[in-house]
């Protein structure tokens, strides 16, 4: 079926790609046959395509890595909630799925594939992607018509991209969000997407890129005494979660106040723990950076409506999806009740007390609410809501081993809980139509990340015994065409030749291998009892 797409005005810029580059072995000596070292070499890429197990972000702390144990004891809050507005019911319990292991045959054709286009390979120029310019940090009144191409061509365009399948839903038709983007949390297809990368403002969904800059930071145990200048430069009507001066909170108390309550004290005393707003802010800009999130720009870690803030809804899928790694921000993000430290009193008798009073997580996706139901599988992330921004929404959820991430920016529809019941109608979408659709783009992964680790490797993530696999940031080729265009002239023919099809064989398979192996699955969630 041809693809679907709305555009208002056309764009030709090509597509950004993320490619993977391998360091290329040599033969033992300028004498040695080139049969053999090709046969050795060739043993060497067969077991680089094997690799499927990928490494966790690279702010992720030491011993924290996703696929690691946790980090401190399962917390003790509650997962079943309720409250005033709210429905009682528990949610439907699911579960993050592993990926499969990729089977021997698709290696073998990849193989093939590679050896036919053998020939192509050794007179093609390495194709070095540039780095996407910095666009204006003032939002637009509509979609611009060259919006950055980071993740796919498509992703640049106006309006909706989609290419629906043989027997696909079409897309809900009343969704009226500026912009929005639905993607499958683990492989990062984008299923469909409507101004992705629309610089807009982002509200409390930018605390995703504080909590996922600052998590690793500090142990949930630490503990510190909130002074004054913690809590100085608050945005005037700014959320709450009620921290008081002098009291003293862990760590883990004020990461349950920025996820249930979004509070902005809490942000700005673990930004004070972190050395000040300003530092925090440059940090969470140069990971924004890393994750290739180049449509954000941060000026307050809060999301707090300022000039110049923006960021899109590709990047905020960016930040949730390189979030979800990390065990804290799994258990957080999808908490629905806690217990969160009050004021300290004394009574008449000199004897010192604390109570804890409830907060509950505003998701109502999460929590239900007078109109609309807990949604099915539901298991984070963040919401927001401004007068700049309107209702933003990041949400992640598992039915039938499919994870999806959808993000909606500023329904243009203002009614109650709007922004959940759209996201609710895109990943209903999602759920039916993820494998009868072709994906329009995908989620890039963080520059420098080693998204193709095999299994039994070593700690470094290097094959036994192998050249070690790295993967480079957009913008980098390859060096394995260099390589073998300098054996050749060393004067050794048979030599120069073999590594110029090793080195030729190399990129192909390395690009191969990208494509099997750029899966970054999404560990298991923790479930709510039913």
Same mark, same amino acid.
């Given at each position: ?19 993977? +580059? ?17 046969? =050795?070499?060739?043993? +060497?890429?067969?077991?680089?395509? @094997? ?32 409250? @005033? ?92 969000? =500026? ?37 690793? +930071? ?29 009291? %003293? ?36 800009? %140069? ?60 009574? +008449? ?177 923790? =479930?709510?009892?039913?």
């Amino acid at each position: 079926m041809a693809p679907t797409t709305v555009p208002r005005t056309k764009d030709t810029t090509a597509s950004v790609r993320w490619t993977q +580059k391998y360091a290329v072995g040599s033969p033992a000596s300028s004498n040695a046959s080139p049969l053999p070292s090709f046969h =050795r070499f060739l043993t +060497k890429v067969i077991q680089m395509t @094997q690799l499927h197990t990928p490494k966790a972000s690279r702010n992720q702390e030491t011993g924290r890595l996703s696929f690691m144990g946790p980090v401190s004891p399962p917390s003790a809050v509650t997962r079943r909630r309720g409250g @005033q507005g709210e429905r009682t019911s528990p949610p439907e319990p699911c579960t993050f799925s592993t990926v499969p292991a990729i089977k021997k045959t698709t290696k073998q054709s990849l193989l093939v594939t590679s050896a036919a286009l053998l020939s192509l390979s050794l007179t093609a120029a390495p194709v070095v992607a540039a780095d996407e310019p910095s666009p204006s940090t003032t939002p637009s009144a509509t979609p611009p018509a060259n919006m950055s191409t980071v993740g796919g061509a498509r992703l640049g365009l106006p309006g909706t991209q989609a290419d629906l399948g043989s027997g696909a839903p079409v897309l809900p038709k009343d969704v009226t969000a =500026r912009s929005w983007i639905v993607t499958d949390a683990e492989s990062g297809d984008v299923l469909a997407s409507h101004n992705a990368h629309w610089r807009l403002p982002p509200a409390s969904t930018l605390k995703m890129l504080f909590a996922d800059t600052l998590l690793p +930071k500090f142990p949930r145990t630490e503990r510190h005494k909130v002074a004054v200048a913690d809590l100085a430069d608050l945005g005037e009507g700014s959320s709450l979660v009620g921290i008081k001066e002098d009291e %003293t909170y862990t760590v883990h108390d004020l990461w349950l106040g920025v996820f249930l309550r979004s509070g902005n004290d809490a942000v700005h005393v673990l930004s004070a723990m972190n050395g000040g707003v300003a530092r925090t802010v440059e940090q969470m800009q %140069t990971h924004a950076e890393d994750l290739q999130a180049l449509d954000t720009h941060v000026v307050t870690p809060d999301g707090y409506d300022e000039k110049g803030q923006v960021s899109s809804a590709y990047d905020l899928t960016l930040f949730a999806r390189s979030g979800l790694q990390k065990k804290d921000f799994r258990e957080y993000c999808s908490t629905v009740r806690a217990k969160f430290p009050g004021e300290t009193k004394k009574d +008449k008798k000199g004897k010192v007390s604390r109570e804890s009073f409830e907060i509950q997580n505003t998701n109502r996706l999460l929590t239900g609410d007078s109109d609309i139901s807990t949604y099915q599988g539901i298991a984070g992330v963040k919401n927001g809501n401004t007068t700049n921004a309107g209702a933003t929404f990041t949400g992640v959820a598992e039915r039938n081993g499919k994870v999806l991430l959808v993000t909606v920016m500023n329904p243009e529809k203002h009614e109650h809980n709007e922004v959940y019941k759209e996201a609710a109608q895109l990943l209903d979408w999602g759920f039916k139509a993820a494998d009868k659709i072709t994906p329009v783009g995908e989620l890039v992964p963080p520059r420098g990340a080693d998204t193709s680790t095999q299994a039994g490797s070593d700690p470094s993530g290097s094959p036994s015994g192998s050249p070690s696999g790295t993967a480079s940031g957009a913008g980098r080729g390859s060096t394995a065409p260099v390589a073998a265009s300098a054996g050749a002239k060393d004067g050794s023919s048979g030599i120069g030749i073999a590594l110029a099809v090793a080195g030729g064989l190399l990129v192909l398979l390395a690009g191969s291998a990208f494509l099997v192996n750029r899966r970054w699955p999404l560990p298991d969630l923790m =479930r709510r009892r039913r």
